[in-house]
């Protein structure tokens, strides 16, 4: 599997380090994006719940 998956990188990746260099940071902007939205997500969540509690009088 993991020749694969190197193999695999070799043919996607592109040969010039400033197109590596850029593959890079969009990946990582995608998952800095992906995280922030978790978060967000489960303090919504935290937030929707602590509401309900106030309501039912808890």
Do not use: F
């Amino acid at each position: 599997m993991v020749p694969g998956v190197i193999l695999l990188a070799q043919v996607v990746l592109p040969e010039d380090s400033e197109h590596k260099r850029d593959l890079l940071m969009a990946v990582l902007r995608y998952l800095d994006r992906r995280s922030v939205r978790k978060v967000e997500q489960i303090n919504a969540a935290a937030l929707r719940k602590k509401r309900r509690g106030q309501r039912r009088g808890t």
